[in-house]
């Protein structure tokens, strides 16, 4: 489902050239702890910056303090307007606020990343219950 849309349009982006970054939100967060723990916030981000295309699965999948909402931010803030990002949720937009906070924070994510966005809903049941025999499902 989701996660093989975003890996198709990461294939197809890097055989265009497009320099692309693929990476679950809770790797990302556990990636902005340790980066913050080493004071080394601000060199992480400007890896993450060289891709074109920084493609982020799961959004919100798991709960992240402040300081990394804040990190998540200045990301999202340093790349708008310069560098594309493409997220999958299993959450839906209006969810996404009190998943990042609630605070003002989320605010500002959710206003950069959603105006201007193309988005793709995926119906149906989940490609993993293919894998289930049909009395399975």
């Known amino acids: 489902g989701k996660t093989w849309v975003l890996a198709t349009l990461g294939r197809a982006a890097c055989k265009l050239g497009i320099t692309t970054l693929y990476i679950r939100y809770s790797q990302l967060m556990d990636d ?4 913050l723990d080493h004071h080394t916030i601000s060199q992480y981000r400007n890896r993450i910056n060289r891709h074109n295309l920084l493609i982020i699965d799961d959004f919100c999948s798991c709960p992240a303090d402040d300081v990394r909402i804040d990190a998540l931010l200045s990301l999202i803030d340093e790349r708008h307007g310069q560098h594309s990002v493409a997220v999958a949720s299993q959450l839906s937009i209006p969810d996404w606020h009190a998943a990042l906070g609630g605070a003002h924070a989320a605010d500002a994510i959710i206003d950069r990343l959603v105006p201007g966005q193309s988005r793709i809903e995926l119906m149906g049941k989940s ?7 049909p009395d399975e499902l």
């Open 127 to 133: 490609l993993r219950l293919g894998k289930a025999g």
């Open 32 to 35: 902005f702890q340790e980066a």
